[in-house]
Each structure stands twice: as C-alpha cells, then as structure tokens.
C-alpha cells in the first residue's frame, strides 16, 4: 500500500463478531459467509482477525452490531492490505475499507467511535489523578513524623488507593487498547 493510501481516521480498538459475506462481482449475490472478529475499525474501515484473509480486492458486505442490542449495520467492502502471521506487530488478517454504506449508519458508527474515543480520554485522565494519588499517599508518609494529622490522611489515602487498585485494570485496559493500534 502507497503512503498517500493510507488512513488518515484515527482507528480504535474494536471487538465485535461481524458477519462477512463474499460477492460475486458482476451479480453482487452472496458466495460464501464467514463469521469473523474485528481488532479495530474507524469510520472508513476496519481490521479483520482470521489465519485466511481474502484476496485483495475482493468485494464484501459487512453485518455487525455496534452495542449489543442494537441493529445490525450492514455495509459493503473490499479488501484493502493484508497482514500474514509473519508481520511482527500484526494479527493475520485483513483490512477493508467500506466502499458504500447508509447515511444513518454512517452516524451510528461514527457516534459509536467518538463515544468509545471519549471513554478512552476519560480513562486517561483516570489514571493521571490514580498517579497523583499514589504520589500524595508516598508524600503523607514522609510527612507523618513532623505532623500529627499527616498519619490520618496517610490512612484514608491508602484506602482510597486500595479500592482504586481493584479496578485500575479496567483503566489500563481500555488505555492499552487504543495505544497500542
């Protein structure tokens, strides 16, 4: 693929099973289907997991759900690049971009993205304010032996921290996942 091909949409991490249905050029009828999981998408295209990706080029409509209890947006495609196992940083798999899509679903997945993309910038300023925490817990302590209230909030700051830490997984999680597209 050129560098003048590639996408200018920022992608994000995206797991959702999706329909894939193989069309025959000349008549558009479905050939065969699979049933595939994306690892990204932006509002232009998306990545495909699987050991055995299509041939470039080849035309496909697309059905997946964006939240699970919504209706299934169906879009049409091609296959854009390849990525072989061999790759390192990659999933085997493919890329396709949608070639023709409804208006209002072009919406819904655009609402969608932007939506996730919010979570994620809260997500990191989550984890900014944990640090600081835990940078405030470490300064309470040196502070115990020179102020008598110090140890107090030393105690309710290590608390807080404690119920922080069981969830600060899910912050790293949803922070990890877009960083590392």
């Known amino acids: 693929m050129k560098k003048s091909d590639r996408r200018y949409m920022k992608r994000l991490a995206v797991t959702t099973k999706i329909k894939v249905y193989r069309l025959d050029k000349k ?29 470039l080029g080849t035309e496909l409509q697309l059905e997946f759900s964006l939240l699970q209890a919504s209706t299934p947006v169906t879009v049409d495609a091609r296959v854009a690049w390849i990525a072989k196992s061999s790759q ?54 040196e502070m115990e032996q020179s102020h008598m209230h110090a140890q107090h909030f030393r105690k309710v700051i290590e608390h807080a921290i404690h119920e922080i830490d069981n969830i600060a997984h899910i912050l790293d999680k949803e922070v990890w996942e877009v960083k590392s597209l």
Not at 27 to 55: I, S, V
Request: glycine letters at 8%; a positive charge; hydrophobic letters at 35%.
């Open 27 to 55: 008549t558009r009828h479905t050939l065969n289907a699979y049933l595939l999981e994306t690892k990204d998408m932006t509002q232009k295209g998306l990545f495909l997991k699987t050991q055995k990706p299509l041939p």
């Open 88 to 141: 390192v940083g990659y999933y085997p798999g493919m890329g396709v971009s949608i070639t023709r899509i409804k208006r209002g679903d072009g919406k819904r997945i655009r609402d969608f993205l932007r939506d996730k993309f919010r979570n994620y910038r809260h997500a990191v300023k989550l984890k900014e304010m944990y640090i600081q925490l835990k940078d405030m817990g470490a300064r309470l302590y």
